[in-house]
């Protein structure tokens, strides 16, 4: 009878302790499984780069890619996924780029190389926290107090209402917007009314990095445009060139000799 206790004590043991050392799941205080993952570096979301970085880290390939925000003396600051951070680089190191340009940073404190990030996909945007941004193009059907119904390419879209939209009915508009659980949130949203299209005829760089434009419309009336950094573009700031053609729209023009042209998106 011990003989047959101890060996059943044995047995107990030693699936006991079998189960504890393979188990991969524990559980959430709200009961749910969790699987217990080991991030290797590779497989990262990444807000504005869809998924090549973590935040300021740099990513297996040990790059940090992120939009270029600001820029003094001896050092420029890169925001990526809603957090910025300052890197001790020269500013002659980008003077080929402006302010709202992704970027690659790549080595370490005093030898880091900065260079354009050509692999960026303008048709698949993020905001900075990681949600993927759709795009609808369409007319405004019905503005109420919680919802805005617009009909669109993708077919009749409702979107939460921000509280300051002041877009009338039968507007021509493009809308950004996030899908979330209380519905589709917008991230910004342009009136085609007021899209310009102009023509580049100079490009300067300001003390500040931004790209001062000068540009003429149709009658050829000249306009200033400087681009600040979040201003949306489909392409990256270092590739427009002078005769360039691109669509405008503007936030505000000013009353000044040439006009002063303030925009929230620029399309080439």
Not at 51 to 59: A, S
Not at 110 to 134: C, H, M, P, W
Not at 157 to 180: R, W
Not at 181 to 204: P, Q
């Amino acid at each position: 009878m011990k003989k047959i206790l101890i060996i059943m004590v044995v047995v107990l043991m030693f699936m006991f302790n079998f189960t504890g050392c393979t188990t991969g799941t524990t559980k959430n205080p709200n009961g749910t499984n969790t699987e217990n993952n080991t991030n290797n570096g590779n497989n990262t979301n990444n807000g504005n780069n869809n998924g090549n970085t973590t935040g300021n880290k740099p990513n297996a390939n040990g790059e940090v890619i992120g939009r270029l925000v600001g820029i003094s003396s001896n050092e420029i600051k890169v925001s990526t996924e809603g957090k910025t951070n300052t890197y001790k680089i020269p500013s002659d190191k980008v003077k080929d780029y402006y302010l709202g340009e992704t970027v690659m940073i790549k080595g370490s404190e005093n030898n880091y190389t900065v260079s354009s990030y050509d692999k960026y996909n303008f048709d698949a945007r993020y905001t900075e926290q990681g949600d993927l941004i759709t795009r609808a193009t369409g007319t405004i059907k019905e503005i109420g107090d919680k919802f805005i119904t617009a009909t669109t390419e993708l077919g009749e879209l409702s979107i939460m209402n921000p509280g300051n939209f002041n877009l009338p009915l039968n507007s021509n508009v493009i809308v950004d917007y996030v899908s979330t659980k209380e519905g589709n949130k917008i991230v910004s949203y342009y009136d085609e009314s007021k899209k310009m299209d102009l023509k580049i005829k100079n490009i300067t760089r300001d003390a500040e990095g931004r790209m001062v434009l000068v540009v003429t419309d149709a009658n050829n009336k000249e306009y200033d445009l400087t681009l600040n950094h979040d201003v949306v573009m489909n392409v990256a700031h270092s590739t427009l060139k002078v005769g360039d053609s691109i669509k405008v729209y503007p936030t505000s023009i000013g009353d000044e000799n040439p006009p002063k042209i303030n925009a929230s998106m620029v399309i080439k």
